[in-house]
């Protein structure tokens, strides 16, 4: 199942409707085939998504949006979701999911209203109270303003008649899901934006391995009796063997360790499909190693089974691996975070895209101007201070 489009309203953070669009919004041309993902007819998927702004600008919000719809289609309970906190005390948040369903080459548009109420703990608890399901065969849409277009259709699946018995924090796509065998494979990342700690037994190619570090003989984390032991062997060394995930920081780098999770992820998913979500791409990270990340994404031999990367990162350089415009998002923080396509602001794929977004044009995307000149004043009164 792919996430072909989203719609959120009613998020406290967030100055008007979320709305974001994976596939390709531009013109596609022969070359542009060889970074996307063909869905179905000339709708292309972009596998590499990625979300910029400067600090404080929303971008982490954002991604948690994402987390919360993809595990909700994927039948999560909303109430044990990470990320679910974004909603905060929203008293109703509409969601609005469209995919594709490639098995049966159907899309769907999910409708699901939810609001929040506090317990006697004064926590916050989510409930769905409305939701619609409706279908359509990929077949009946040939241009991208027909994909969302559900006009005249019939919802298939309404929930409390068709599923009265569901819990209240569980969406009504699992009843679609388990006729049509779907599942989304999600890695989510958003916990290890500082932290760099194996989340689970990973299975460490040697590939990834001496990309990262050449000087790492064997690396490997297994589970024996219900514990995790990190077997790690430099060249022409002994052998250590840890048995806290935590103690390997003091032998490798905060970004080889980073690297081999994120690596490590990213093969799996594109051998099978799914979402991986990393938080501020570039921690720990040079820019090459990030670049070839999204390289890998955007690779149409590589990424066979259309896997799709969503990143936030403060990096313009990074912009520059892209060819076309749609698969950036620029987000900005006025009184409200509002995110936009840079489709729709910058019509040109030619102008180098880091340039443009320092410039200032795009608004918002540099600090304030007043900011600079006051932080400037305070750094020259510090240092007046220091001369004394």
Known sequence: MKLLKITAEGLPLF???LDLTFYAQQRVNEDDKEVLYPLFSSIYLNP?????GINASGK???LKVILVILNMLNNEPLNHIEGIDILGDAKTVVFNSFFYAEENQEIGRLETVVISRKTVTNDRQYSIISEKLWLKKAAETITRKEIVNFTGKTPVIIRNEQEEFLSEDVSIMIAYNKKIKEHINVANLLLFTNINVFPFPLDISPEVITFLDPTIEKLSIKKKNEKSLTYLKFKN????VLD?????SSYLSSGTIKGMIVFTLAKMLLQTGGYLIVDELENHFNKEIAATLMRFFMDSKLNKNGAVLLFSTHYPELLDEYERNDSIFITRNQDGIFVENLCHILNRNDMKKSDVYQSGFLKGTTPIYEAYMELKKAMAVIGSIYRY
């Open 244 to 248: 806290n995930p935590i103690e390997l």
């Open 60 to 62: 982490t919000s954002v």
């Open 237 to 240: 060394k002994k052998e250590i």
């Open 48 to 52: 590499a998504n990625g979300f910029i």
């Open 15 to 17: 100055k008007e409707k």
